[in-house]
Structures are given as C-alpha cells and as structure tokens.
C-alpha cells in the first residue's frame, strides 16, 4: 500500500474513532472490541517501511516512544469519557470537552515525535502512524470495557439512569 493510501486509511479510522467518541452510542458486551486494532497493527507491522532503514535505533526508539504515549493516550480518552446506564440496563459512553482536549494533546505529542525524528534525520512513515493509532485504539476500547462491566454487573441495582462518571 503506497503512502496515500496509507494516509487515507488513518484519516478514514481517525474520523470513525472521533465520531465515535462524541456521540452517545451504547456499548454492547462485544467480544470483538479489539478486532480493528489488530487488523491496523498486523497491516502496519507488515510494511517494510516501519522503520527507516538508514536509522534503525532512533526509529525504533522513536517508534517504541510513540505506542508507550499512544496505550497512555487511549486509557487517558476511554477516563474521560462519561459513561452512564439507562432504565433498560443497557451502557451508554460519550466523549466530553476533556477528551476534545486530550485528542488535541495527542496529536500536539506525535507532532513533536515527528519534529524529533525530523531532527535527528529520521524518517517516520505511515505504518508507524498507524501502530500507534492501533495501539491507542486498543487502549481506548479496553479500558472502556473495564470501566463498563461494573455496570453490567448491577444492571438490577437502583442507580439513576442520568449521566455519571464510574
């Protein structure tokens, strides 16, 4: 896959993801939340061009940097995210003001690992954009399936069914 498609295909899971994160949608117990996050890494650690042959160490660093603060990024967007149950018991997430803000931080951060890189001559490619989107990805769904279950599990306790934070 050449660089552009590469860079749509980030695009197009980049705006699935936001549109995801700011309307309520609910969450259903689905055991597949981390199918599209592997399909990107296998995509992703299948390209050649991962790293930049001509600086193998600095881009492994670089690379290795970019999915730690990407998995930190995920868990960070699934803790702001307010999630709520309704009368049915069914889970609902939306994304608030404070995720907007951390998306904004995130890609302040890969901005500047791309500026490092840049630096130190370093080329930085599409795969390795898209492992760490996999990688946050993953994070984000993990961490809210975990935030969720204690919500599944008192589906018969009185809680009010408005918007609250677990």
Do not use: C
Request: glycine share 10%; no cysteine; charged share 15%.
């Amino acid at each position: 896959m050449s660089e552009f498609l590469n860079g749509l295909v980030i695009i197009g899971v980049v705006a699935l993801v936001v549109s995801h994160q700011f309307k309520a949608r609910r969450l259903t117990d689905e055991r597949r939340w981390w199918a599209l996050p592997v399909v990107l890494a296998i995509v992703a650690l299948g390209k050649p061009d991962l790293l930049d042959e001509g600086h193998t160490a600095a881009a492994a660093a670089l690379l290795s940097v970019e999915v730690v603060l990407s998995l930190a990024m995920g868990a960070l967007f699934a803790r702001t995210a307010t999630v709520w149950r309704a009368d049915d018991g069914a889970v609902w997430t939306k994304g608030t003001k404070l995720t907007l803000a951390v998306w904004g931080g995130g890609i302040a951060v890969r901005a500047g690992l791309y500026g490092i890189g840049a630096v130190f001559g370093v080329h930085q490619s599409g795969p390795a954009l898209m492992l760490g989107l996999a990688a946050m990805i993953l994070a984000r769904a993990g961490v809210l399936q975990w935030r969720t279950r204690t919500y599944r599990e008192v589906v018969g306790s009185p809680r009010p069914a408005w918007k609250h934070h677990l």
